[in-house]
């Protein structure tokens, strides 16, 4: 047997020699460590049956396939010692994630870690996207990112007709810029004319660059909101939303499965055609200094610093000004614009990057659109793929997310350090995620209100606390609405228009939106599934009908996703709708999800490859959230009150809405339960999930009512249950794989609920309850939220603890 010093290497030093011979010595002993090492998890009872055929059937087919690949050498020329490393090192069960099966293929592209442990992340920043770490068809790496273009390269030139534009960009992601200009030369290679950002910059900007460009399509590399340890490859069309299903499933399945490493191509930026290659950036390009701040913020100094030109392979002359365009178009969504520039009580914003890419785009919107006193946090505002505020210890790994209520601490914390003093003259604090598609919002809570914002961790009454998107977005909507109907005395052209949100999210704004005169579509989670029900009202509205969606010419009725009780499988987008049968509906005020995303996708557009008329990008935008948040908390302090006591006067107190709290929770809090364990831990849960969902339905009696075995949650009987499979994710998951969740309610009228939601494409859960409070009085309405977001808490540990998910 060959020793380790035979073989052993470090990307730092010159590649050993090794036959293949001695590699398929090392394929031997990978599969007795690898079968070894999944028996044990099986007979553990850690690996379920199915899933230990699967991986053995797999992993070391696909090992065999990358480790005697000489190609590789020339696409990443350290991998394959990293692979001989790793299994000189018997890491059996990294080797296994990283080869048991291919990332999965969502609806907006792939999400996946790039390495298992914090070294290699750390080795990745400091050795290059080619550093010898475990890399496989499981992890996100220099390899599987050309791959996956290659595939979208083929589909492009294949479509009828040609897809010849892309626009490219990153985020803050580590090594996402070398990422990025790795796959703009394989796009060029490919004879693509290759749309280029200059700097790490937001998903909004990708997906307002696409059709404002005319490009076809939009690759961005992110993990959105994610630890640390992962990244991704984002997809939009050629109108800036996400594929339709269809079109998603032929790029994967004939064009990305079916590519190979022989497909892979580059060609060096210097290299392309004039007319080849732009960069999309500022209003003129970035020198050298800059260009080191960004791209290697926290990385070793490269000796002598890069030169502009280099950089920019001799076109630094040829850029477009991308983000000026793209902030033009937000300021064109406000309404009181001479209410911010000559507010009397001018709002104080503190505002958080937190490590990502709206660092430079949300400060510059909000000083351009007038507000005079923002303050930025530093030590949240360098790009840096690390976050090196949040955990990163391993399995407590944090993630960034604006939503989380500890990022919310860490900005809170921060602002108080870096500007003594200020914290009693800070109206809001303001977050966004590190691809800027997510927006947070941290306001203060006044005295009165505190009992009813407790903080989620301790439990103590403190004088600020994160809003939901659901309670953000519920008041943007009136706060729209209500200007209309100041200013024009109601709300014009009310018969056309409509806002689009997910089943996860309040039905405050479903209420809200009916009193107004609005319609209401309800689809499944992502905001995919928004554009895409929305596009199908709008081919509605001009005669024609969308396929599995609309019949002639009309939008069917859908119960809970379903057309008739009798139906196994739910319709594959919508999930209700309410107001929908005029077909003059076609203006979208709102798209709204519950996990921090908000646009305005607006009215038919001209042609298939534009945005909305008088609408803003086709996916979520957290830059345009902010300045919308913004500008509402400016109205309400100039009217003397503050968001939360307006959303209590506004929203709860009204008689035609009412009170109705929501919760949110993730399991685990972060990331997802790891590796094949964790589909394991998975499937386990959702099979009590089942095993419950059965329960409650076989607790109903001839009446309808309920026996002795109800179920109860949070001390709420469990009236009836529902779940929603639409099929997206069988092929991935299991047959009648659930989706879209287990919802239980607590009362005939289905106003109150918890969702048990999978992810599709990662391990993970999310639990989702909404509590009707009904109307209560003015003097009752902040016991009773405090009330019923106690209740909602002992929901999710109930659950938790009949199912299993405990984290």
Known sequence: MMGDAAWHCRTGGLPVSITDDQDQVLLHQAEAGIRAYLSAQRDRGRIAGSYYDDAVSKTIPNLRKWLLAEELDRISPHLRDGLRDAIGRKQWEALTNAYSRDVSFGTGGIREKMGARREEILRLKQEGIHAGIIKGPNTINDVLL???SAGVARFGVRHDPPLTKIVVGFDSRIRGADFARLIASLFLAYDYTVYLFDEACMYPSVTYAVPT???DIGVFISASHNDFRYNGYKLSCQNGSQFDPAERDDLYQNYIRTTTFQNIKTLPLGQAGEDKLWFLGGARSRDRRDIQRGEHAGMPLADPLPDAGDFYAGREHRIIDLHTMHVDHVKGFLLRTDMIAEAKRPLSIGFSAFNGSGRKAVPRLLSEVGFKKVRRIMKLDALDG???AFCSDPGKEQQPDPGDWRAADIAVEAIKQEYPGEWDKLDMIVGTDPDADRCG????????QQVAYPHRGTGELRD????SADEAWTLILWYRLQFEIERYGGVRDVEKKFIVLSHTTTDLLAHLARKFGLGVLKTWVGFA???????AIWDLHTGHDTPGLTEGGKLPRYDEGRRTVSDA???????????????????NVAALEQSNGFTLLGGPPPDSR???????VRDKDGTFAVVLVAELAQYAKEQGTNLLDLLDEKIYLDPDIGLYVTYYEPDPIDGEYEGLVGYTKKRTILEKAEELFRRVRSARGATGGLSASAVVLGDLPVASAVVYPTGKYDAINYPGFPDEGYRFYFDADRRSHLTIRPSGTSNALRFHVQLFGGHPSREDLIPKKAELRATALRIVEDIRGMIGAIS
């Open 386 to 388: 690390m976050f090196p």
């Open 441 to 448: 919002v941290i306001v203060r809570v006044p005295q009165h």
């Open 464 to 467: 600020y606390s994160l809003i």
């Open 213 to 215: 460009l005319r490009a």
């Open 610 to 616: 534009s945005l909305g008329e008088s609408g803003h």
């Open 569 to 587: 499988i739910c319709n594959r987008t919508i999930h209700s709708w309410e107001g929908m049968d005029d077909r003059r509906r076609c203006i």
């Open 146 to 148: 050309l791959l996956t």
């Open 529 to 535: 599934q928004l554009a895409a029900g929305t596009r």
